[in-house]
Nanobody
């Protein structure tokens, strides 16, 4: 059964950095677009970054542009989210997800990893 497993969350001070990883099982990772979402208590889920199957195109929400970088290593079946200059408003549970194409729904989600940024 294919799974997505996030890691790398934790507690960090404002201005600090974290790198999240999302490891996928299965042999079709390189066929999927990947994305990172986040959800804070009482707020809607937000798509913060996405990357196509080849890594050649990326998307960022305005709220993280210039601070977060999404990347992937298809040989390792892993997608990353490098988060720099973290702010308290970045505090949320971060989820990775996959979709088979830019016009498709996200069809598999990880369990999430907590990121807490203290002021």
């Amino acid at each position: 059964q294919v799974q997505l497993v996030e890691s790398g969350g934790g507690l960090v001070q404002a201005g600090g950095s974290l790198r999240l990883s999302c490891a996928a099982s299965g042999r079709t990772f390189s066929s999927y677009g990947m994305a990172w979402f986040r959800q804070a208590p009482g707020r809607e889920r937000e798509n913060v970054a996405a990357i196509i199957w080849s890594g050649g195109r990326t998307f960022y929400a305005d709220s993280v542009k210039g601070r977060f970088t999404i990347s992937r290593d298809n040989a390792k079946n892993t997608v990353y989210l490098q988060m720099n200059s973290l702010k308290p408003e970045d505090t949320a549970v971060y989820y990775c997800a996959r979709r088979p194409g830019v016009d498709k729904m996200y069809d598999l989600w990880g369990q999430g990893t907590q990121v807490t940024v203290s002021s």
